[in-house]
């Protein structure tokens, strides 16, 4: 659903219509809320952010399970070394 010219509004108009905006929203309607010309907040349906925050968990979980597989993919190429051999290289680079 995109945002539509009507869905932008002042401030100062959300604060004398505010009622009538949050029926508008609980019935599907997404508005910005301005300041000074500016984007300011957006008033969206509870529900929705809900939803909203779900999509961005998941987004995340699909994320690590896209590395985990990476890393996988380098124990499986031989590209990985123990703990210690790493920490031992990385001191002597530094003190090097």
Same mark, same amino acid.
């Given at each position: 659903?995109?945002? @539509? !010219? ?9 604060? !004398? ?15 910005? &809320? ?25 987004? &995340? ?6 590395? !985990? ?7 499986? @190429? ?7 051999? @790493? &920490? ?9």
């Amino acid at each position: 659903m995109g945002i @539509a !010219a009507s869905d932008v509004i002042p401030l100062s108009h959300a604060r !004398a219509k505010f009622s009538e905006l949050a029926e508008e929203v609980k019935g599907g309607a997404e508005k910005i &809320i301005t300041k000074n010309g500016e984007s300011y907040v957006a008033l969206i349906d509870a529900q929705r952010l809900d939803y909203y925050h779900q999509l961005e968990r998941e987004r &995340i979980h699909l994320l690590l399970i896209d590395e !985990a597989g990476k890393g996988i993919d380098d124990v499986a @190429a031989g590209r990985v070394q123990d703990a210690s051999s @790493a &920490i031992a290289s990385l001191k002597r680079r530094r003190s090097g």
